[in-house]
DNA sequence: GACTGGCACTCGCTACAGTCGAGTGCCAGG
DNA sequence: CCTGGCACTCGACTGTAGCGAGTGCCAGTC
């Protein structure tokens, strides 16, 4: 039942030459590409026995053996070395997104930077609005009836809407208006704005309160409700070069999926401090993706996380450099934003 | 040389069973289907004068024939008729298109409902920039040194941009440096800026001079420069579905050129007055795309146009239906822009 | 002169048999 | 516990044969 350190080598060694060559991998090229000390025959033993319990498995009789998903996950666990980013590649991540002017450019640069580095589909959440602060509030008149709300977030993100006031409403009102809800609410987290914008009604004077009314309603459908997160992400080509070996066949309910932005959300938006995620294959919880593998992290600047990157990709993917390429993204992305 | 009544209603029978069922049509089968009054020999007759003549071809020999991207050409330009939208589909499109509270939202909505209605992948450029005219510029102080520049266009694009300032700067010329740029470009079309831009630095006031001076760089970047066109993509998982005989096997040129932004804006961006166009394989620039046809229009609030939209799928493809559906979610989109 | 029926021909597709070889499981011996 | 040897399995590939859709051509008919 233990596995012992040399079957544990023998599983290592599948998954790193099966993820290179793509094919099943057999007991004799095995001895012949790594280090083994033992015959193919011994390696046969190990072999049955790494079947037996689940971590590798036979495309059929007379093949090779492929890792499974438990395989791919105790290798992850367990056995993958540490692959450090080349110098070549610091530098690349370092000379890209030094470039970036503001909070969009940043997102799109890295999205790119990973698709590009991983060769797979990047996915990167704009700094979600929830967890970031109220910088400043602008309110801009548009006509006697309309007001064009502009919220900015300490992250740079900018949100605007239009306000279209029961009422013709004077420009000294709406300098009021401004200066009432910027007190109340620069500096405060977006996700606790809540109770703040009910007070702003009552708080009012009289004369004021239909607009504030309808100001609020708006406030509240920016900061909270309305599609709070924004998403990006590049590389869907990569999803077609492994010559639809795999993704068993289809690209097609791999595409649908990140069609959906709620799915992308749920894929790298669920952050927990626990730093960087690794899903694989079956672990996944939209049925679409059960043939991919999701590595995700939170980023942030400092330890405060904002949003969350990922990349996605077959369950036969290269996981210890996409975790160390990730990894070393959201950590170049967080000081960027540290910097700001 | 010339193709009589009868050698085009063959040519259009081929197109659209080949269109409809994806295999090469043989004669027999085409007087089967089509009401063409004559037999399958003289068909056939018929046949070979299409084909020396480039409309259609034999994938091998002893097959049916399919169109070339000439035989669709000719389809679209003299052979197709006219496929009116069906009441659920106009209903569809209005009811999806009337729910938007903002201009993201319509750009979003309308992508998504473009690819939806024809199972294919769709393209929608945010209102250009360039054709648009600045309704408000708005100056928010960050802190004494950094001022946030926001941009309202009248089509509703906002676009905004962090102001590093070279020396701080008091509330009261913020107020100044904004009533100056408002009066100055309110009302002016974008691309129009840049002279007026330059003389603002000129008659500025002398200590408002520098802060005028990267004021002006910025606005220059903002309003003509910087990723001036945004672009929505939506129905990428709809190029899977042909199963691979669409687009020669792989999807990956397709899946690259649409990665493209500068691509896409080719694709779709070229609006003349000419509102609708057909481009069938071979006709399109990008050698990545020779396997597709694009459909694409210019929309805006009445007779002006402020973007493209477009769609895009392999050249077997319902021309009429697509063509009819881009026209007509392009009228909505004007419609509902010319309102706000 | 235009259309039609008939006929020989082409050629891709499918099925089937046979061969090859990578890879396995098992066993006896060190 | 490891190893070498051996019989076995089964997918991949090859070659052959038959089928049938579809064609091109030609002689005959209206």
Redesign the pocket.
Known sequence: MGL?D?KLAVLRAIVEDYVATQ????????VERHQL????????????VL?EEGYIR????????VPTDRGYRLFVDRLSRVKPLSPAERRAIERFLAGAVDLDDVVHRTVRLLAQLTRQVAVVQYPSLARSRVRHLELVPISTTRLMLVVIADTGRVEQRLVELPAPILADDVIDLRRTINEKLVGIQLSETPPLVQALIEESVPHLRPAMTTLSTVLLETLVERHEERIALAGTANLARGGLLDFQGSLRPVLEALEEEVVLLKLIGEVEPSTLRVRIGDENEIDNLRAASVVSTGYGPGATIVGGMGVLGPTRMDYPGTIATVRAVARYVGELLAQN
């Open positions: 012992d040399r094919e099943p991998v057999g007991s004799k090229a095995l000390g033992v015959s193919p025959a011994t390696v046969r033993n190990d072999m049955a079947e036979q495309p059929h009789t007379s093949a090779g053996r």
